[in-house]
């Protein structure tokens, strides 16, 4: 410390001796350097261990770990749609978040039935949300405590604008979870239900869900009941979870497939449930 003390004054006054205004700039300096030191340095490590982290990230999630996860009997879902996959995460982060593996056959029945639904609406595109992780039976995708298994993928309602009347690719909800169709008088009302017997997790979604598009985007009923349709028709496809006043409302038949959940899950009628 003595010595730094004495290096400092001895080129402030040599800086001013010789300048005048040498040892003057010399102090600002030396308070500059000491801050970026201090600081923007910490700040460059930070942003070089973050991008060290993201790059070995990306790299593992796109490169890496589709191949070992196809090894244990997931694959991803399509990242994007394409003329051949019209199916794609409703949002990138689903996938970034690698919560997009199912089974083999569970992505080739959902690449069939987007085909099929495909042929009598042809601009369509099914949104997939959450699936499953790509690895270990049993470990849970929170907060679906039943997507641990490859087994199970949820799909986003069909929507379309309201002005133009026109089917969309998108959904009023950011993550497609969240904006309810919510039951009518004279329809049974399970969320009520539900939430009387103090499932208060049963509507939560709602509650944290941005409802601001639900308005401008409404939902398209024929493709929804359609999509559902083609999905209960499918043989390799078991249960069908969606809320009963929507089951009711769209006259959907197959009671062993198309099933409630019951009200320790959450409410169904913002999404479609699908599982092996
Ligand atoms: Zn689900």
Redesign the pocket.
């Known amino acids: 410390m003595i010595l730094k003390i004495l290096k400092f004054a001895t080129n402030f006054i040599l800086l001013t001796l010789l300048t005048q205004v040498g040892g003057v700039i010399y102090m600002f300096y030396v308070l500059l350097k000491y801050f970026v030191e201090k600081y923007i340095g910490k700040l460059a490590q930070f942003q070089y261990r973050l991008s060290l982290f993201c790059t070995l990230y990306l790299a593992f999630t796109f490169l890496i770990i589709p191949p070992i996860a196809k090894q244990f009997g997931r694959v991803p879902m399509p990242y994007y749609s394409t003329n051949k996959t019209q199916i794609k995460p409703l949002n990138f982060l689903t996938v970034l978040l690698n919560r997009h593996y199912v089974r083999p056959s569970l992505k080739k029945q959902m690449l069939l039935i987007t085909k099929d639904l495909q042929k009598e609406f042809p601009n369509t595109r099914i949104n997939y949300l959450?699936a499953n992780f790509p690895f270990i039976n049993g470990f849970p995708l929170l907060p679906?405590l039943?997507?641990n298994d490859g087994k199970?993928?949820?799909l986003a309602f069909c929507y379309k604008n309201k002005t133009t009347g026109k089917e969309v690719n998108t959904s009023p909800a950011w993550l497609g979870y969240g904006v309810n169709e919510e039951p009518r008088k004279g329809e049974i009302n399970q969320p009520n239900i539900c939430r009387k017997k103090g499932y208060w997790q049963y509507g939560f979604l709602e509650k944290i869900a941005p409802q601001w598009n639900k308005e401008k985007l409404p939902l398209d009923e024929k493709r929804t009941k359609r999509l559902i349709q083609l999905l209960a028709n499918n043989k390799v496809i078991k249960k069908i979870?969606i809320e009963p006043h929507l089951k009711t409302r769209w006259g959907l038949k197959g009671d062993d497939k198309i099933r409630y959940h019951g009200c320790h899950a959450v409410r169904h009628d913002d999404?479609i449930?699908v599982q092996l």
């Open positions: 959450d679906h039943s997507h199970k993928l949820d979870f999404h449930h």
